[in-house]
């Protein structure tokens, strides 16, 4: 099976700033992928898709990149409402990164 | 809107069994694969099941295939999570969550339920 390793498991950063978590697969998963946000106490909620589509209604300082086995989640100009968990998914067999827990510094 | 609400969960010794349902509105529920997703604090997010729009092909990781069991009612805009032979290990939050056209990501998922298998 894909493994998808997330990095890092946990970051702190300022209101303002902009933030990148990365998503390794242990193959080619050929842009496969989508980002999820989970806020406390809240289900995921579906940020990209497609590895760089945003999902309607997802602000535009979430961005998605990457290709082959490495993807990435970029978030412009931190907000408040920013703070939360990020999961990457991999089509296949619908395998998901162990997440990425965003706090304000 | 999209709504997906679960209900079903609760405290069920191990071995014994459990049923899931999920009510969808906003959507045509008829036109949609649809999934269950779990989460615990140390293995994450876990893809459980994921049924076809007809409910006519079902999928299940390996860890449940035999005991537990996907179905949907379209007429009824429900899923259904029949779990079966529970195990400690199948202790979670449980998610329905609609899958997109395409069948390759959780474009909406309901409030979660907790199911705790325990003696």
């Known amino acids: 099976d894909i493994r998808m390793t997330q990095s890092p498991a946990s970051l702190s950063a300022s209101l303002g700033e902009t933030v990148n978590i990365e998503c390794l697969a242990s193959e080619d998963i050929y842009s496969d992928l989508a980002w999820y946000q989970q806020k406390p106490g809240k289900s995921p909620q579906l940020l990209i898709y497609n590895a760089n589509s945003l999902q309607n209604g997802v602000p535009s300082r979430f961005s998605g990149s990457g290709s082959g086995t490495q993807y990435s989640l970029k978030i412009n100009s931190l907000q408040s409402e920013d703070v939360a968990t990020y999961f990457c998914?991999?089509?296949?067999?619908?395998?998901f990164g162990a997440g990425t827990k965003l706090e304000l510094k | 809107e999209v709504q997906l609400v679960e209900s079903g969960g609760g405290l069920v010794q191990p071995g014994r069994s459990l049923k899931l349902s999920c009510a969808a509105s906003?959507?045509?529920?008829?036109?949609?694969?649809m999934a269950w997703v779990r989460q615990t604090p140390t293995k994450g997010l876990e893809w459980v099941a994921s049924i076809s729009t007809g409910g006519g092909n079902t999928y299940y990781r390996d860890s449940v295939k035999g005991r537990f069991t996907i179905s949907r009612d379209n007429a009824k805009n429900t899923q259904y999570l029949q779990m079966d032979s529970l195990r400690s290990e199948d202790t979670a939050t449980y998610y329905c969550a609609r899958l997109d056209n395409s069948g390759n990501y959780f474009d909406y998922w309901g409030q979660g339920v907790m199911v705790t298998v325990s003696s």
């Open positions: 906003g959507f045509t529920f008829s036109n949609y694969g």
């Open positions: 998914q991999q089509y296949n067999k619908y395998t």
